[in-house]
């Protein structure tokens, strides 16, 4: 395994999952997931489409309300019942600050530059000083090695940089865990590397992330678990190199082999 996957985790998780259940009218999307994520792990899900790995992301920072069971992160409950709709929406926000998250789409503001959509969320939201968060927002966009484009607007961009420029936004809110939702399946396939580039610098400075993506190549690479879903199910979970490499479960060769080929 990569010196990523070898790097010190503590035992306390970040993340757990208990008996985590969602449903979209009659059609159970996950049934009963258990899982934990550990400090500085990088937990990548597999599987085919429909088996539950967007929706799951989706629930840790309750953008898809739970039908049953906890979401905890960072040791405090996300999805609690015993609150007014008001109090559990101020929980979600203060909650939600420490969760970044990266979708397939970009959904940068348009008429905003790339230093303003970075700015926007920590001077908004969090109310500090803007001459502070730009020194910081040039810092993030040095790393995802976009500086030059502080006052190109989205329409401007790339796809890859739009993405890399999301990534930066999230980063922003010095967020402790950071979700990626299939982030590169809407990339022209030779703009795919630069943004996997920028995802495993997080995973080399131990940033934890949970990973939705179809990328088997960074998923062996950068992963210190892969977890490989199927009907609302984990399947199979294990390191990378056992799972690519020796599967167990019948469903988990069969889905591996269409996409290995």
């Not at 998780?13 to 449903?23: A, F, T, Y």
């Not at 977890?227 to 069969?254: L, S, Y």
């Amino acid at each position: 395994m990569s010196d990523t996957g070898e790097r010190q985790m503590t035992k306390e998780p970040m993340i757990r999952l208990r008996n985590l259940s969602k449903s979209f009218g009659d059609n159970q999307v996950l049934k009963g997931i258990d899982l934990d994520v550990a400090r500085s792990e990088v937990l990548v899900l597999i599987g085919p489409s429909g088996s539950g790995k967007s929706t799951l992301l989706r629930c840790v920072n309750n953008l898809e309300s739970p039908t049953g069971g906890e979401v905890i992160v960072d040791g405090e409950r996300v999805n609690r019942t015993d609150l007014s709709p008001r109090a559990f929406q101020k929980h979600l926000n203060r909650v939600r600050t420490h969760m970044g998250m990266v979708f397939q789409h970009f959904n940068l503001f348009p008429h905003k530059t790339v230093l303003e959509n970075i700015l926007e969320a920590p001077t908004q939201v969090l109310g500090r000083r803007r001459e502070e968060v730009t020194v910081e927002a040039l810092e993030l966009l040095d790393k995802v090695g976009l500086k030059e484009k502080r006052d190109s607007y989205p329409a401007q961009l790339s796809g890859g940089q739009q993405q890399r420029v999301a990534i930066a936004r999230a980063l922003a809110m010095k967020p402790s865990v950071m979700l990626f939702d299939e982030v590169t399946s809407a990339l022209d396939p030779e703009l795919v590397g630069e943004v996997l580039r920028v995802m495993e610098g997080l995973a080399a400075e131990g940033m934890t992330m949970i990973v939705v993506t179809h990328e088997m190549g960074f998923a062996e690479r950068v992963a210190n678990r892969v977890v490989f879903m199927a009907d609302g199910h984990i399947m199979e979970q294990g390191p990378p190199k056992e799972i690519f490499r020796n599967p167990r479960e019948e469903r988990t060769q069969r889905f591996l082999a269409d996409v290995l080929k």
